[in-house]
T-cell receptor, first 109, second 113 residues
Framework: RKEVEQDPGPFNVPEGATVAFNCTYS??????FFWYRQDCRKEPKLLMS???SGNEDGRFTAQLNRASQYISLLIRDSKLSDSATYLC??????????FGTGTRLQVFP | DAGITQSPRHKVTETGTPVTLRCHQT?????MYWYRQDPGHGLRLIHY???????DKGEVSDGYSVSRSKTEDFLLTLESATSSQTSVYFC????????????FGNGTRLTVT
């Protein structure tokens, strides 16, 4: 089993839709969780950290489910500019962060 | 944006030649990382550093070495470049290792012919 797994997509959604991605992780001792956004041929950029109680930043909501070992990202009212690849990141052993391979989102007019 | 500069941005080199990529930060962060990104594999850790002269291997370290003689600079060397090392290389920094998020440089696109 991979340490961090994501559905590669693509998720094709119309503008204004709500879309959710999940990411599963294998290390039950993981404590740090993040969502990154990566545009084509660009560097990944931090979208948001994921806290135990869940957290929201505008149209974006992140949740953590420790019992089932997954994190989720919900995007409400999708915009064309949300089209990107979303990377799930979880800490592994020691000082290492492990990246999922990403979920591609395409928002269409 | 975090002050991270990677150089060169693009490089084409021949098989068997040594190549050094440079990462420079102005944030005074303790941790620095080198990742490579390839289609179907996502970002994979090559090496990382947790302080000056303190480095450790990641999951794909074979064929690569690193050095960190100053807080601000982290060098990645391909000792003898191979075509399998054609990739996009990203440097990243963080304040507190795996407890804090990474901030990435713009990347170096390396082609080995």
């Amino acid at each position: 089993r991979k340490e961090v797994e994501q559905d590669p997509g693509p998720f094709n959604v119309p503008e204004g839709a709500t879309v959710a991605f999940n990411c599963t992780y294998s290390n039950s001792a993981s404590q740090s969780f993040f969502w990154y956004r990566q545009d084509c041929r660009k560097e990944p950029k931090l979208l948001m950290s994921v806290y135990s109680s869940g957290n929201e930043d505008g149209r974006f909501t992140a949740q953590l489910n420790r019992a089932s070992q997954y994190i989720s990202l919900l995007i409400r009212d999708s915009k064309l500019s949300d089209s990107a690849t979303y990377l799930c990141v979880v800490n592994g052993d020691t000082d290492k962060l492990i990246f999922g391979t990403g979920t591609r989102l395409q928002v269409f007019p | 944006d975090a002050g991270i500069t990677q150089s060169p941005r693009h490089k084409v080199t021949e098989t068997g030649t040594p190549v050094t990529l440079r990462c420079h930060q102005t944030e005074n962060h303790r941790y620095m990382y080198w990742y490579r990104q390839d289609p179907g594999h996502g970002l994979r850790l090559i090496h990382y550093s947790y302080g000056v002269k303190d480095t450790d291997k990641g999951e794909v370290s074979d064929g690569y070495s690193v050095s960190r003689s100053k807080t601000e600079d982290f060098l990645l060397t391909l000792e003898s470049a191979t075509s399998s090392q054609t990739s996009v290389y990203f440097c990243a920094i963080s304040e507190e290792g795996a407890e804090s998020p990474l901030h990435f440089g713009n990347g170096t696109r390396l082609t080995v012919t």
